[in-house]
Nanobody, 124 residues
Framework: QVQLVESGGGLVQAGGSLRLSCAAS????????MGWFRQAPGKEREFVAA????????YYADSVKGRFTISRDNAKNTVYLQMNSLKPEDTAVFYC?????????????????WGQGTQVTVSS
């Protein structure tokens, strides 16, 4: 069982930056692939970024490529999402997710554990 707790959300102006963190419980964090998803009001949850268990592979949605960076620190059981050049359309609740596996995954159905989410609001 893995418990995930996101933090770092908030209100930022367009063009600004935020760094989200997702702290995971358990001693086997390094064996989990991790992902970030988001859900805007009235919209379906969408994939944002994913990282392999080792951190050696990453994958991004086209909408955030070049602006967002996913990383992980297995010693701290934490995955990060650095978000730069934020746009109003990035406003959403951001969720981190985890599952056992060796390759990055971008489908929500491929993840077994989810955090409660953290709100990101970008003002214009």
């Amino acid at each position: 069982q893995v418990q995930l707790v996101e933090s770092g959300g908030g209100l930022v102006q367009a063009g600004g930056s935020l760094r989200l963190s997702c702290a995971a419980s358990g001693r086997t964090f390094s064996s989990y692939r991790m992902g970030w998803f988001r859900q805007a009001p009235g919209k379906e949850r969408e994939f944002v970024a994913a990282i392999s268990w080792s951190g050696g592979s990453t994958y991004y949605a086209d909408s955030v490529k070049g602006r967002f960076t996913i990383s992980r620190d297995n010693a701290k059981n934490t995955v990060y999402l650095q978000m730069n050049s934020l746009k109003p359309e990035d406003t959403a609740v951001f969720y981190c997710a985890a599952s056992r596996g060796t390759v990055v995954a971008r489908g929500g159905h491929e993840y077994d554990y989810w955090g409660q989410g953290t709100q990101v609001t970008v003002s214009s």
